[in-house]
């Protein structure tokens, strides 16, 4: 026999879909992006030669050099930051500025590589430029 009241039906079936765990994981993709994406976008402005322009190679040449322990030289002598900056804005002023040729040490740390980038980009010098790339063909 039937019963009049609803206690002894089953309940129908959910026809909504539960979102939480796509909400969730949408908001943990959204932190990861967040707190990766300054990092990737940190970069020090250099200006590279156009490609297809001839580059006028200098007879005067000036080397810098930096140690594995992150020490510069100037032309074989020691320098400082400072002394670097001056160096360079010295010469990006003069008329027919010298090539600066960097060289740093194969195990010298980035970090310092890019603080040396950094004044360099500072300087204003378009003559600065990396030599002796050979030395880290067998690096990669």
């Given amino acids: 026999m039937a019963s009049s009241s609803g206690w002894d039906r089953e309940p129908a079936p959910m026809a909504e879909m539960n979102t939480t765990p796509l909400v969730d994981v949408m908001l943990v993709l959204l932190i990861i992006f967040i707190i990766s994406v300054p990092s990737q976008t940190h970069q020090v402005e250099v200006a590279l030669p ?61 970090e310092r590589v890019d603080q040396v980038l950094a004044i360099a980009a500072r300087s204003g010098d378009a003559t600065f430029g990396f030599a002796g790339n050979e030395q880290y063909r067998d690096s990669f």
Avoid: C, T, Y
């Fill in 50 to 110: 156009k490609p297809g322009v001839g580059v006028i190679v200098s007879p005067l040449k000036n080397e810098l050099g930096l140690s594995v322990a992150g020490q510069l030289s100037w032309n074989g002598q020691p320098i400082n930051d400072a002394q670097l900056a001056g160096a360079l804005a010295e010469v990006a002023a003069s008329p027919m500025p010298p090539e600066v040729h960097f060289r740093p040490d194969p195990a010298a740390r980035f």
